[in-house]
C-alpha cells in the first residue's frame, strides 16, 4: 500500500465509470482472460468502448442480470476473468441466488460490478437506490465486498482484481466524486486507510463519505475536536486491527456510509467491537428508509449523509464515552 492525498477535496471532472471502462480496456489488453458483460447498460456505464475495443470478449446479456451471473459463472470455469455490470439493485436484490450458488458456493472467478449506490442513483429513484446491497453481498460467504473511494483507487482495484481470484463485489459511483488520492496511489483490500490523526473519536468512513467525514474533520477542528478518520473501502473483509487500535486509542466510534444503518460498515464495525472491544458507536447512514428521487445533494441532505451530520454523530459518541 503506498497511497497520499490530494491537496485539495475536490470533484474529479473525469466521472468514475470512465475511469473503471479505461482500466478495464488497460487489463484486457495485459490479459486476454479479461472479460466484459453488461445488463443493457453499456452507454450508461460506458462499457461500449470495451465492446469497441474488444467486440469478442464483450457479452451484453440484455435485462437478465441473474443469467448474466450464470454466464459468469460459465466464464470462470473456462479460465475467464469476468466483470459483470448492472445497477447495484439487480446486482444484488435480483441476481442474489446465482451469484450465491453459481458463483461463490461454486468457488468461481466473478467479479460483480454493481454502480449507483444508495444516493448516487439520484434521479433513477428509490426502486434503483440500493441501501441494502452491501449487506446481501457481505453475507454470501467468502465474497469480498470494496467501494472505492475516488478514481485513483477504482484504478488500482481494477487493475489488483484482475490478478486476485474469487468472487467480489465492486460498489461504485458512475458519475463523478470527490477526488480524496493522487493518482497512482494503490490499497490493501482489507486495510483500512488512515487519513487523519485524533484522539476525541474515530470515524470510519466509506464511499462519498469519506469526503464528507474529512469535512467534518475540519469543523470539529475549529471547535477543539480531533478526530480520527479512516477509509474503509473494504467492507468485507473488514479490517478488525484498525477498528480495535482507533477503539482503544479514542474510547468512541462513529461510522459514515452511503448505506443503510443496518448490515453495512456500521454493522459490521459494531460487530468487531462487541466481540472484542465494547465502545461507543454512533452509525451515520440511512434509517431504515426506501429511497427516492432527487439530485444527489438534495438527497444527502434528506438522509442525512453530510458532514454536519458526521459531527453530530461524533458529540453523541463523545458524550457516551463520557
Do not use: W
Not at 122 to 142: K, S, Y
Amino acid at each position: 500500500m503506498r497511497f497520499e492525498m490530494a491537496r485539495q477535496i475536490v470533484t474529479d471532472p473525469v466521472e468514475m465509470r470512465k475511469v473503471y471502462t479505461d482500466t478495464l480496456i488497460e487489463m484486457a489488453g495485459k490479459n486476454p482472460d479479461v472479460v466484459a458483460l453488461d445488463g443493457d447498460l453499456m452507454r450508461a456505464m460506458g462499457t461500449f468502448s470495451f465492446k469497441e475495443a474488444y467486440p469478442e470478449r464483450t457479452i451484453d446479456c440484455g435485462i437478465m442480470e441473474s443469467a448474466m451471473y450464470s454466464v459468469c459463472a460459465g466464464l470462470s470455469t473456462m479460465g475467464k476473468i469476468p466483470f459483470a455490470h448492472t445497477f447495484g439493485v439487480f446486482s444484488t436484490r435480483r441476481a442474489c441466488d446465482q451469484i450465491f450458488i453459481s458463483c461463490a458456493y461454486a468457488g468461481h472467478n466473478v467479479k460483480v460490478v454493481g454502480s449507483d449506490p444508495g444516493v448516487t442513483a439520484a434521479i433513477n429513484g428509490g426502486t434503483h437506490m440500493p441501501f441494502e446491497d452491501v449487506g446481501i453481498m457481505r453475507g454470501i460467504p467468502g465474497v469480498t465486498v470494496i467501494e472505492p473511494t475516488d478514481n485513483a483507487m477504482m484504478r488500482d482495484m481494477v487493475a489488483q482484481l484482475c490478478g486476485l481470484y474469487g468472487v467480489q463485489y465492486i460498489r461504485l459511483v458512475r458519475r463523478s466524486v470527490p477526488r480524496i488520492y493522487k493518482d497512482g496511489s494503490t490499497f490493501s483490500i482489507g486495510k483500512a486507510n488512515h487519513l487523519r490523526e485524533g484522539c476525541d473519536a474515530a470515524v470510519f468512513a466509506s464511499g462519498i463519505l469519506v469526503a464528507e467525514t474529512l469535512k467534518a474533520a475540519e469543523l470539529l477542528a475549529r471547535q477543539g475536536i480531533s478526530i480520527d478518520v479512516y477509509d474503509m473501502f473494504t467492507i468485507k473483509p473488514i479490517d478488525r486491527e484498525a477498528v480495535i487500535a482507533a477503539a482503544k486509542k479514542c474510547g468512541a466510534v462513529v461510522t459514515a456510509e452511503n448505506h443503510s444503518v443496518y448490515n453495512g460498515l456500521g454493522s459490521a464495525v459494531a460487530e468487531v467491537l462487541g466481540d472484542t472491544l465494547p465502545t461507543p458507536c454512533v452509525r451515520v447512514g440511512v434509517n431504515d428508509e426506501f429511497g427516492e428521487v432527487g439530485p444527489r445533494e438534495y438527497l444527502q441532505e434528506r438522509f442525512g449523509l453530510t458532514a454536519e451530520k458526521v459531527c453530530q454523530a461524533v458529540k453523541k459518541t463523545m458524550a457516551m464515552k463520557r
